[in-house]
């Protein structure tokens, strides 16, 4: 966990490096930009907007129990800037940093001179969200304060913000565009809705993420997460994250314990999804002085379904009366403000005693204290996690049907879809996927680049000649002619080999066709460019499938002619092979994932489980 004093930099100290926050933290700046407010009441609007600000996170997340840290906001100046500023160390949920973006959007709805800028440890994250849709020109390198929410929508800064130079901006230089020109700035509808695509399922998310769930655990801590139910959190990560020292108060005596496994009662706890799949997640065996309470529980549990319930509910509550034991140890020390709550609520519970604890009648009267919500979201189905992946073609078997929750499954969809989306793109070229200029080297002499100018233009590709010639290398027939072929000054000569016809460069030109002849010469004394099965295995093939087998594999073979004569330059049966290939590629897969799996899957054909031959033969 991170203090706004530990995410403050120098401002008189060195400042040569570029300013980077810490890991799992999210910090968000609001700006009001009018011309028409004096400095003189910029101060009193930025208080009412952090004051409206506030009032909508605690309506929306009330009930929400944060990571780490909460949303939060403080005046902040810096140079000649005003604003408010924020940060939020979310640990381990990202579902905290898109309800903070969630808040900031409708906050700017609510505001129409207000403007928000958003990022996190690893940049712009709402440009990664739009990455597939983003102007070739904006690149990591420059997206530093282009991106800004203003009246509910995601616009960029052009580049003409930085005087045409691609470099990331400034603070003041972003701001200073924003006021002079704020016409000028990109709002792409596209880039928006990816960008903005987490928040769909917002408000509800909020509701969605919490999980109850009962546990058993000593009457003291009920008190507790009765009173400030939120502590769950810390005391969570205190036992997620913990160490040897950390565990050291488990093996201490009852009497030196603040949470000793005595009057043990079973009430519902408030978690959210991620804090307890952190907890079920995390193999724990008992401490010492938790044996002797499972002995006795396992003792009286039998095969039916109420008493494994029974040791489950044990089983998470000294998880977590364990990690609210770690916490206690210095609690009252640590950044969380959470923390500091509970230090404080335990020292008062010990000072006046057990008279404050909560009787079983009282307890009864509590909101949602046997609540059990559905834990089948913690199970992947893998037949439907194949199927999500394959883009959800199968159909579905009911509603039980499925992995995760729905959110999961339109994230894992749009993976997919843009991972196709990829792979069909028709744009990209022989070196694959183009990074505009992200990679180029600025610092490259000018003479280097004369001399790649120089090689671009004594080098040329021929798509036509070079299929032409991989087609001979493969052992395929041949294209017929094009009038490209005429027009390109490429020659075929008496062997079939192709060369390359230049009006200056003939002596290269008969080195390419002897690389070319030794290639071939020697992939075809490998075997590598025989296509058709080998005689043995023809007539195996043959034997197995009867007559009408034995015909489609001499076709297949294809070396007997009218005369009697084998004739090399028969067609091969390309699709038989290819479809040779693929299962003996899917063969090799030995029922795991694999490449032919995947292909086959993706064209919705399913094989059955491969058995080997020697299997068939020692049944028969």
Not at 206 to 219: C, F, G, L, N, Q
Not at 259 to 287: G, R
Not at 537 to 552: C, L, P, Q, S, V
């Amino acid at each position: 966990m991170y203090s706004e004093d530990q995410i403050q930099f120098s401002e008189d100290g060195f400042s040569g490096f570029p300013r980077r926050l810490p890991e799992n933290c999210v910090e968000y700046l609001l700006f009001v930009l009018d011309n028409r407010i004096k400095a003189h009441s910029l101060l009193s609007e930025l208080e009412t907007i952090r004051k409206a600000a506030l009032q909508l996170c605690d309506s929306v997340a009330k009930e929400f129990i944060w990571q780490r840290d909460s949303f939060q906001l403080r005046i902040e100046r810096d140079q000649d800037l005003v604003y408010l500023r924020g940060a939020t160390d979310y640990g381990d949920s990202v579902e905290d940093e898109w309800l903070i973006v969630y808040l900031l959007r409708e906050l700017t709805r609510s505001f129409p001179s207000l403007w928000v800028r958003i990022f996190d440890s690893d940049g712009e994250f709402l440009l990664v969200e739009a990455a597939n849709v983003l102007p070739k020109w904006l690149s990591p390198e420059i997206d530093g304060n282009r991106v800004w929410m203003h009246d509910g929508k995601l616009h960029i800064l052009p580049l003409a913000a930085s005087s045409g130079e691609k470099r990331s901006l400034s603070l003041i230089e972003a701001v200073s565009y924003i006021k002079s020109d704020p016409g000028a700035l990109i709002h792409s509808t596209f880039v928006e809705a990816e960008g903005f695509y987490r928040l769909e399922k917002y408000p509800g998310q909020v509701t969605d993420s919490i999980h109850y769930s009962p546990v058993t655990i000593p009457r003291k801590l009920v008190y507790i997460l009765h009173e400030r139910p939120s502590t769950i959190a810390p005391a969570v990560e205190a036992f997620y994250l913990r160490d040897p020292v950390a565990m050291k108060p488990l093996a201490s005596s009852s009497g030196s314990m603040h949470f000793p496994p005595n009057d043990l009662v079973t009430v519902s706890v408030k978690f959210t999804k991620v804090l307890f799949a952190q907890l079920k997640s995390q193999h724990f065996p008992p401490p010492p002085i938790w044996t002797t309470v499972f002995e006795v529980a396992e003792k009286q549990t039998s095969d039916t379904e109420d008493a494994q319930k029974r040791l489950s509910r044990l089983e998470i509550g000294m998880k977590v009366t364990s990690g609210f034991e770690m916490l206690a140890t210095n609690a009252n020390k640590k950044d969380n403000r959470l923390a500091r709550e509970f230090a404080m609520l335990l020292e008062d519970l010990e000072e006046d005693g057990v008279e404050v604890l909560p009787t079983n009648d009282e307890m009864e009267t509590w909101k949602d204290v046997h609540r059990e919500d559905d834990e089948s979201w913690l199970d992947i189905n893998f037949e439907d996690f194949e199927n999500e992946l394959q883009g959800n073609r199968g159909p579905r078997k009911g509603a039980e049907s499925g992995f995760g929750d729905s959110s999961a499954q339109a994230d894992l969809q749009k993976i997919v879809s843009r991972f196709e989306t990829f792979l069909n793109d028709e744009t990209a070229g022989i070196e694959g996927a183009e990074m505009e200029d992200m990679d180029e080297d600025d610092d490259s002499s000018d003479e280097d680049e004369d001399d790649s100018d120089d090689e671009d233009k004594e080098v040329s590709f021929d798509e036509e000649q070079f299929s032409k010639l991989m087609r001979e290398m493969m052992g395929l027939p041949a294209a017929g002619p094009t009038d490209l072929d005429n027009a390109s000054g490429h020659l075929e000569d008496d062997t079939g080999h192709v060369t390359f016809k230049e009006e200056d460069e003939e002596d290269d030109d008969t080195g390419i066709a002897q690389l070319a002849a030794q290639m071939e010469a020697e992939l075809k004394e490998h075997g590598a460019l025989k296509l058709d099965p080998e005689p043995d295995k023809a007539k195996a093939i043959e034997a197995r499938d009867g007559n009408k087998a034995k015909d489609k594999e001499k076709d297949v073979l294809g070396g007997i002619t009218d005369d009697g004569e084998e004739s090399g330059e028969e067609e091969v049966d390309v699709d038989f092979n290819l479809a040779k290939n693929l299962l003996e590629s899917f063969k090799s897969q030995a029922g795991m994932a694999g490449p032919a799996g995947n292909i086959l899957g993706m064209m919705g054909l399913q094989l059955p489980r491969d058995e080997d031959e020697d299997d068939d033969d020692d049944g028969k």
